[in-house]
């Protein structure tokens, strides 16, 4: 359990300088062995949670509206979780379900299966990461067609071992240094309904940036008879979560079908309830080929899993495996996540999601250093911009209303050049979402 005092227990309360005595020891300890590729945004040193409040090692106690970078879709340490999780380990860790059988494991596949997009029979491919999910389903399509390219998309991130890192186009640093990357991808350009060319609605960009890929991509760069998937997050994630219009979607499924091309949705952040559906794909009402799910499906443990038309997956033993995918203990983790979700949490993504929504909507009339505001279910977005006419994107305005939030017990993280990502765990209650949307407008109140 958090610490007791006399505030409330579901909202911050800060009680030390940030970072406090302990946290600013053990930033100091990290600093010497840990590698200094991982990008820490602030101070936070977490040490226990519980619901959708951290506390820290301080005794501080933070609002988290990032979920673990969209982890925790139940919240932190839910009760029936951590209960599936210790009935399971007393029973058994480890056999690799590689080259042997797990009931759960079955369950679970069953159960991803009947609840995959567009219905009919699927198989499902389990893994450790959203990394790991993006290099199976970059393996089948290959496999599947006997073609070797892929087209992705500019601001989109699918992960950082090499085949995902090559669809990656979220940010140079991601990829200076490591090249060559995997060859024959290449990338086209992602609707942004906010900086649409002037006269041109936001259906007509979205269908144009489909259209370059068949008019340009296919007809000056790479054949389309060799592409052997289209990968694209239906609702960007680290790009700054872009909500393309539904045509954008059902474009690219006719697209892919013309030509035989594997429809290979991202589900990686935006899937298991976080958009107020099961899958964002059902927003845009199109069915992938093949999809991707981690992050969420196991409320903070490691697995993944890439699900694809039963007739697709048609490849043989020891094409593509595993050691410690599809492990039983976070499997049962899985289960017991998609039971709360499907019981009442992913429903609550889509009230409080709302909710949060109608109050930020009215910010770029009130703070002129909001740009558009978007997304659905709980994953929000909204812009700084230098003013409302010029759109300028304002990237260090971003960082510093981070940082003020952090001070005052609310965590959020920035994605794409200027957005700020609003991602808490589908636990999040009402009070809540009003605390968070209370400190981001003094804070925009502040720097203005």
Not at 376 to 390: A, H, P, R
Request: hydrophobic share 40%.
């Amino acid at each position: 359990m958090l610490a007791k005092d006399m505030v409330r227990l579901d909202l911050p309360h800060i009680s030390t300088p940030l970072p406090g005595p302990r946290a600013t020891e053990l930033i100091e300890r990290d600093s010497r062995v840990l590698s200094p590729s991982y990008t820490r945004c602030y101070p936070l040193v977490a040490a226990r949670g519980e619901g959708a409040m951290i506390e820290d090692i301080d005794g501080n106690r933070f609002l988290d509206f990032n979920a673990g970078i969209a982890v925790v879709s139940t919240g932190h340490c839910h009760p029936k979780v951590v209960e599936a999780i210790g009935e399971q380990s007393k029973r058994l860790i480890h056999m690799s379900g590689t080259d042997f059988y797990y009931e759960n494991m079955v369950q679970l596949a069953e159960k991803l299966a009947a609840i995959a997009p567009g219905g009919g029979a699927h198989r499902v491919y389990f893994g450790n990461s959203g990394a790991e999910a993006t290099e199976a389903a970059m393996k089948l399509a290959r496999y599947h067609t006997g073609r070797d390219k892929f087209i992705a998309f500019a601001g989109s991130f699918h992960g950082r071992t090499m085949g995902a890192l090559s669809l990656t186009g979220s940010k140079v640093v991601q990829r200076k240094g490591f090249g060559p990357l995997v060859p024959g991808v290449y990338h086209a350009q992602f609707p942004d309904p906010y900086r649409r060319p002037e006269r041109m609605t936001a259906d007509d960009h979205a269908v144009s940036c489909v259209r370059f890929i068949e008019d340009e991509l296919f007809r000056t760069i790479v054949p389309a008879e060799e592409v052997a998937g289209i990968v694209v997050e239906p609702i960007q994630g680290e790009g700054g979560y872009l909500v393309p219009p539904k045509v954008f979607h059902q474009e690219l499924r006719r697209l892919a079908d013309r030509h035989g091309i594997m429809l290979i949705f991202d589900e990686v952040q935006c899937g298991m309830g976080r958009t107020g559906k099961m899958w964002a794909a059902e927003s845009f009402d199109v069915a992938p080929d093949i999809f991707t799910t981690a992050k969420g499906i196991a409320s903070g443990l490691p697995l993944s899993a890439m699900v694809a038309r039963a007739e697709i997956m048609d490849w043989g033993p020891g094409a593509h495996a595993s050691t410690f995918g599809g492990n039983p203990v976070a499997v049962a983790a899985a289960l017991a996540t998609i039971e709360l979700l499907e019981g009442e949490l992913i429903a609550n993504a889509a009230h409080v999601g709302g909710h949060i929504l109608d109050r930020l909507r009215h910010w770029p009339k009130h703070f002129r250093h909001v740009g558009e505001v978007r997304g659905l279910g709980l994953m929000i977005g909204f812009e700084l911009v230098g003013d409302q006419q010029s759109k300028d994107r304002a990237p260090e305005l971003r960082d510093r209303i981070q940082e003020m939030a952090f001070e005052r017990g609310l965590l959020i993280l920035g994605a794409g050049r200027n957005s700020i990502r609003l991602c808490p765990p589908l636990v999040i209650t009402r009070d809540q979402a009003d605390f968070a949307v209370d400190t981001l407008e003094e804070c925009l109140k502040l720097v203005a």
